[in-house]
């Protein structure tokens, strides 16, 4: 099971961490994917983090503002947040898969989401 957390209602120009803890297995073996989608769009990725460690941004208007890392004693792949904007509004989701893609076919095990929302 995934289970995102950390989502909420935040101005523009603030923060958010939002955290994907993993239970009933073990990150350390897996890529961690975080993917967005806003209503009437397509589930977009975000970032990735491999199970070694190496993060890829998939999303080019994310790049210098989220920070994906991970902490495989705590079972928890992190998304930090900032410099958020309006459209960053979305549910975020956590995905598992073996390597870091950005199709959403590339991952097959899929947390409820969280939902972000930025307003003024």
């Known amino acids: 099971q995934l289970v995102e957390s950390g989502g909420g209602l935040v101005q523009p120009g603030g923060s958010l961490r939002l955290s994907c803890v993993a239970s009933g297995f073990t990150l350390d073996y897996y890529a961690i994917g975080w993917f967005r989608q806003a209503p009437g769009k397509e589930r977009e990725a975000v970032s990735c983090i491999t199970s070694r460690g190496s993060s890829t941004d998939f999303a080019d208007s994310v790049q210098g503002r989220f920070t994906i890392s991970r902490d495989n004693v705590k079972n928890t792949v992190y998304l930090q947040m900032s410099s958020l904007e309006s459209e960053d509004s979305a549910v975020y989701f956590c995905?598992?898969?073996?390597?870091?893609?950005?199709?959403?076919?590339?991952?097959?095990?899929w947390g409820q989401g969280t939902q972000v929302t930025v307003s003024s």
């Open positions: 995905a598992r898969g073996h390597g870091c893609v950005q199709n959403v076919r590339g991952y097959h095990y």
